[in-house]
Nanobody, 124 residues
């Protein structure tokens, strides 16, 4: 069993920054990929970024150059630094963990464990 708890969401003006955290507990060591996904009202869940235990990271095109995914192994915590936020970044953000191939890193279907989400709102 794995538990994932997100925090750090909030409301900012467009151009602002937020840092999301995802604290993991339980049998997390068997899941070498962790990712961030988001879902806006009326839209499908989409990938934001993913990272593996070797530190290799990949990003959705829409956030490249603005968002950075990182992890602190000692704290079992995943982070998402979000800069230059845009109104279209507004969504519920979820962290996830899974054991999958690198080609699946940005596919929600490859992840087994999910957090409850944290809301991010960027207003113009």
């Amino acid at each position: 069993q794995v538990q994932l708890v997100e925090s750090g969401g909030g409301s900012v003006l467009a151009g602002g920054s937020l840092r999301l955290s995802c604290a993991a507990s339980g049998a997390i060591s068997g899941y070498h990929y962790k990712g961030w996904f988001r879902q806006a009202p009326g839209k499908e869940r989409e990938a934001v970024a993913a990272i593996n235990t070797d530190g290799w990271a990949t990003y959705a095109d829409s956030v490249k150059g603005r968002f950075t995914i990182s992890q602190d192994d000692a704290k079992n915590t995943l982070y998402l630094q979000m800069n230059s936020l845009k109104p279209e970044d507004t969504a519920m953000y979820y962290c996830a963990a899974g054991a999958l191939a690198s080609t699946q890193a940005l596919r929600a279907s490859g992840y087994k464990w999910w957090g409850q989400g944290t809301q991010v709102t960027a207003s113009s």
